[in-house]
């Protein structure tokens, strides 16, 4: 009886692993394979004959774009799929790949038509350099002398430009979103009373979290520190939080008081 039980016990566990592996199987039969014939089929460089434009070049496995902020991005297709590998995954249904013809539908469901080009002078405009900072991405100093009550202050900003880079997505022509680059500051402010210090710190974006919206400062650089006013209160100084190449901005004062207190506040 044991040993009919024992020998029960093994076809079971047998089974049990049998079904286990088909299922592992399954997995992996399901999932999407890359097709690198079309991948190939894309390699070059294609414009848009309506717009006049050069859209992209797709070099290997990534795709490169004219203009100097757009970052390279990695793609794949699977089947009638473009994928962009950029900040985000972002997918493009394709209508109909050809040797020299490409149609796919951008983000707002309009068709695009691109034709592969053999022109030198479109080959000119990728040089594959590394994202350009549109920001100032200088440094800059100023100094300003300032009284109140005849009591004179001295006060040093620095914009110190950095390699932190800040990510911000926007759409180029043919409605396919790209990842511009931008590179963020840190600011020195450092506020004397005669040889006396009252002040001095290091601002970056991060430090106005408590005031400006997480989704904003995601995407926005600590562009400068201007001066503002003095009063009784202390010296005042204005911190312009942007957002590049858009509308969008923060402004928040800070004050540095006669006894070197610091305070926030938006303005």
Not at 18 to 41: F, H, I, T, Y
Not at 46 to 55: F, Q
Not at 112 to 124: I, Q, T
Request: aromatic residues 10%; contains cysteine.
């Amino acid at each position: 009886m044991k040993k009919h039980f024992f020998l029960l016990i093994c076809l079971l566990t047998a089974l049990a692993m049998s079904m286990g592996g088909c299922r592992n199987r399954a997995k992996q039969v399901s999932a999407p394979q890359e097709d690198l014939a079309a991948k190939k089929m894309l390699q070059g460089i294609w414009v848009n004959e309506d717009e006049e434009s050069v859209a992209f070049e797709a070099q290997g496995d990534s795709i490169f774009y004219p203009d100097t902020t757009s970052q390279p991005v990695r793609f794949q297709i699977f089947g009638d799929t473009l994928v962009l590998h950029g900040a985000e995954d972002v997918k493009y249904p394709i209508i109909k790949q050809t040797a020299h013809l490409f149609i796919f539908k951008n983000q707002n469901g309009d068709e695009v038509k691109l034709e592969k080009s053999d022109d030198p002078d479109d080959a000119a405009q990728f040089t594959h350099q590394k994202p350009k900072a549109v920001n100032q991405n200088q440094l800059i100093k100023r100094d300003t002398i300032v009284s109140y009550n005849n009591v004179g202050y001295h006060c040093y900003v620095t914009v110190n430009p950095t390699t932190y880079k800040v990510v911000k997505a926007s759409y180029n022509d043919e409605g396919v979103e790209v990842d511009n680059v931008y590179y963020d500051n840190i600011v020195n402010l450092n506020v004397y009373h005669g040889a006396t210090k009252l002040f001095s710190g290091d601002f970056r974006k991060q430090q106005f979290k408590h005031i400006v919206p997480e989704d904003f400062l995601s995407q926005a650089i600590l562009s400068d520190l201007i001066f503002d006013s003095i009063d009784q209160n202390g010296v005042h100084y204005i911190a312009v939080l942007v957002i590049p190449d858009s509308m969008s901005s923060y402004e928040v004062q800070l004050t540095v008081s006669y006894t070197g207190r610091l305070q926030m506040r938006l303005r």
